[in-house]
């Protein structure tokens, strides 16, 4: 429901709380990327150390 001059009523619904709201959002997204990242570079340097090992000790011939 609406308040006097069309204003929602509650402070859950204020331009204040959804902006809190949306920053506390964007700042958790942002926050998964940058961990999403961080485990993908540490994934290909574990894959390029294997990669290394396994030629390095390949058997001559």
């Known amino acids: ?5 069309g204003r929602p009523d ?3 619904n204020s331009q204040e709380a959804l902006d809190k ?3 506390a959002e964007e700042t958790r997204n ?3 990327v940058w961990y ?3 485990y993908f570079l540490f994934g290909i ?3 390029a150390f294997v990669m290394i090992y ?3 000790h390949a058997p001559n011939k």
């Open 1 to 5: 429901m609406t308040g006097e001059a």
């Open 10 to 12: 509650g402070p859950d």
């Open 21 to 23: 709201r949306r920053l």
């Open 30 to 32: 942002e926050r998964k």
């Open 36 to 38: 999403f990242l961080g």
């Open 45 to 47: 340097h574990v894959v």
């Open 54 to 56: 396994a030629v390095t």
